[in-house]
């Protein structure tokens, strides 16, 4: 079974009642979800994902508490339609990791990772008409120098942008890595095309956009003390989780629970280096 990030202090922010119901948002393998099942006596735990293929995965992985579990496939800004339809129209916590699932990054054929040869897909649901070669092969230079920037937070992206159109058509993920680091050649450890496969990923995916969705619709989705957890890996995720935590304090509608965001234990960082930029935030709504 997949370790999730932070797994223990998320239980512990979601305050579990043996008999609530709460949503994994991102069921990606399984993890959180069958930590939560686990805790639960006559409680359930619905489990959603935009990825058909995670939420097979996640069967296997959880079908020693598959009576707890609900599973369903929806995006975060699906939820509002999702739950009432499942029969709930409140629940007792969310949950919500925004990392990428480890599946996605190891299939090639996903196109998320830039250390195996794979199309440039890296949509989580590919049933959606979007991909990834869309943007780089056919989105204008100055549009694809600010995607990269916002999105990924790569601050040489004008570079990066004239290098991939001028080596149009990019053919794969590995002839995309080429591209960039040929523009702005490796200076340590991390792949210089790292933070534009970033930025692509969150635009095929909108995630900043559905990460919006997430954070307006949850407090009427959480009864009157239960909580909202999310924990996030990009500054520009963490800044949004938190802008939006304040404002909802502000209004009174609910209580911060995370003065100081929670991040890994240098031991879970030693075990699991993914987990180094994690980042959690905890709401109570009142």
């Keep these: 079974m997949h370790t999730p990030v932070l797994l223990e202090e998320s239980l512990n922010w979601l305050n579990l009642r043996p008999d609530g119901v709460y949503v994994d948002a991102t069921l990606g393998l399984g993890g959180h979800t069958a930590a939560i099942a686990a805790r639960l006596a006559n409680g359930i735990v ?7 293929d995670s939420i097979e995965l996640a069967r296997a992985n959880t079908a020693l508490w598959a009576e707890r579990i609900r599973y369903c496939q929806a995006k975060f800004s699906e939820l509002s339609s999702t739950l009432p339809a499942l029969g709930y129209t409140q629940v007792d916590g969310i949950l919500a990791d925004l990392g990428v699932s480890r599946v996605q990054l190891t299939q090639p054929e996903r196109g998320f990772s830039l250390m195996a040869d794979g199309p440039l897909d890296m949509r989580m649901d590919r049933s959606q008409p979007v991909t990834a070669a869309d943007y780089v092969n056919h989105m204008a230079e100055k549009a694809l120098s600010d995607l990269i920037f916002q999105l990924g937070e790569e601050r040489r992206s004008r570079r990066i ?46 995630e900043q956009e559905e990460l919006e969705a997430l954070l307006q619709a949850a407090p009427a989705l959480v009864k009157p003390g239960g909580r909202i957890v999310v924990i996030s890996f990009m500054s520009i995720e963490d800044r949004t989780v938190k802008q939006a935590f304040q404002a909802l304090a502000r209004q009174g509608r609910a209580r911060i629970l995370t003065k100081h965001v929670i991040t890994p234990s240098e031991g879970e960082v030693q075990q699991n280096p993914a987990s180094r930029s994690a ?8």
């Design 161 to 206: 942008a004239r290098a991939i159109v001028r080596a149009r058509p990019i053919r794969s993920t590995l002839h995309l890595a080429e591209v960039v680091e040929s523009a702005v050649p490796r200076t340590g450890r991390i792949h210089p095309a790292t933070r534009v496969f970033l930025a692509l990923r969150r635009a095929v995916n909108q």
């Design 46 to 52: 619905i489990g959603c994902d935009r990825d058909p």
């Design 279 to 286: 980042k959690l935030r905890a709401l109570e709504m009142t």
